[in-house]
C-alpha cells in the first residue's frame, strides 16, 4: 500500500501490532514522510510517522 492511501477513516492493518487501525488525520511532511493519528480498537489513540520504507507492511483493511 502506498501512503497516498492513507486517508481519514480508513482502517490500516501494520501500523500498530494489536490488529487494523481507524485513521483519524494523515499529515503529508514532504513526500515521503506522513504522520498518522489513528484510534485502535485495543487501546488509546496513537500517532506514528510512516515513511516510503513502511508501505510494505501496511495493508489496507477499508477504506471510505
Known sequence: MR??????????AGIEG???VE??????HGRDTI?????????????QILTREDEA???LVEST
Not at 23 to 28: D, L
Request: no cysteine.
Open 57 to 59: 507492511r501496511l495493508e
Open 35 to 47: 504522520s498518522v493519528l489513528y484510534r485502535s480498537p485495543a487501546g488509546p489513540p496513537g500517532e
Open 18 to 20: 494489536s490488529g487494523p
Open 3 to 12: 501512503l497516498e492511501d492513507i486517508t481519514p477513516n480508513a482502517k490500516i
Open 23 to 28: 485513521v483519524v488525520t494523515a499529515t503529508f
